[in-house]
């Protein structure tokens, strides 16, 4: 018994140990907001608000069935809760891969169960040719996200993250620079 469980050890141990692993760079951790705790929005036109941002990085490995592949890439993700936890919106960006997404779930419960509202996907590598104004500060290369349900409007910037968003029931936030 032993000795089947001491090969079935050294079996994982030589194929995680082997694996190719994708790891991030500056320029994918660029697209997060690692380097913040918190930012400051003007909320609704009138109030200042500071904003929580949680980050978190982690790796992933590839598999076929049950057995790993041997490749693997790391990740990470920026969490920002708005409207008192509400809304969360989730950052995410992947090593070796060109796109990223922005997601946005409400809370359905209490009990912090996440109902996902939209998912919206950008390009690392994009020029988007979108300029945006906000409280008198231009921001370029903008990826600008709309829905018909919930987002009347999402602008996405590199190094800055969320720069502004406004829902469809009125709700805004503008970054203050």
């Known amino acids: ?15 995680f140990g ?11 951790k660029d697209w997060l907001l690692d380097e913040y705790k918190s930012l400051n929005y003007l909320e609704n036109d009138n109030k200042t608000i500071k904003v929580n941002i ?18 693997g890439w790391e990740w990470g993700k920026s969490t920002f809760y708005i409207r008192d936890s ?3 919106i989730f ?3 992947t090593a ?14 209490l009990k912090y169960s996440l109902q996902h509202v ?9 020029i988007t040719n979108n300029t945006v104004n906000v409280l ?32 469809r029931d009125g709700y805004k936030l503008e970054l203050i620079p």
């Open 54 to 71: 949680d980050n978190h990085f982690d790796a992933s490995y590839g598999k076929e069935g049950w057995f790993p592949t041997g490749e």
């Open 136 to 167: 008198g500060k231009e921001y370029k290369n903008c990826f600008v996200f709309k829905d018909s349900t919930y987002i009347k409007n999402l602008t996405f910037v590199k190094s800055y993250g969320i720069v502004k968003i406004e829902l």
């Open 118 to 126: 939209r998912g919206f996907r950008y390009y690392k590598d994009s």
């Open 91 to 93: 950052i995410n960006s």
């Open 18 to 28: 082997c694996t190719d692993m994708c790891k991030l760079t500056r320029d994918d």
């Open 86 to 88: 509400l809304y969360w």
């Open 96 to 109: 070796c891969e060109n796109s990223g997404t922005v997601s946005v779930y409400t809370r359905k419960n």
């Open 1 to 15: 018994m032993k000795t089947k469980f001491f090969i079935t050890a050294l079996f994982i141990i030589m194929t």
